[in-house]
Nanobody, 119 residues
Framework: QVLVVESGGGSVQAGGSLRLSCGAS????????MSWYRQAPGDQRELVAT??????STYGDSVKGRFTISWEHANIAVMQMDSLKPEDTAVYHC??????????????WGQGTQVTVSS
């Protein structure tokens, strides 16, 4: 069982910045990947950014150049969001891929944190 906890959401004006944090705890051997997804009302869930254990990161086209995901700790990833736009408004969820006993891989989700950007 992996507990995923997100923090850092809030409200900001367009052009502002927010920093989201995702932490994982529980019974696992290692974290292989952390990703942020977002979903606005009426929209499909969108992959925002992913960071691998190696440090390799990838981004959705809509956030490239504005968002940066990085490791703060082996089990904590942060995503710096700059130049925020109203269309970034959504609930942001963190997904964690972990490796547990017998090399089994698991994906666990956090509860989500609201990001609201006003124009």
């Amino acid at each position: 069982q992996v507990l995923v906890v997100e923090s850092g959401g809030g409200s900001v004006q367009a052009g502002g910045s927010l920093r989201l944090s995702c932490g994982a705890s529980g019974d696992f051997w290692r974290i292989d990947e952390m990703s942020w997804y977002r979903q606005a009302p009426g929209d499909q869930r969108e992959l925002v950014a992913t960071i691998q254990r190696t440090g390799t990161s990838t981004y959705g086209d809509s956030v490239k150049g504005r968002f940066t995901i990085s490791w703060e700790h082996a089990n904590i990833a942060v995503m710096q969001m700059d130049s925020l736009k109203p269309e970034d408004t959504a609930v942001y969820h963190c997904a964690v891929v972990s490796v547990g006993r017998a090399a089994a891989t698991f994906r666990d989700w956090g509860q989500g944190t609201q990001v609201t950007v006003s124009s």
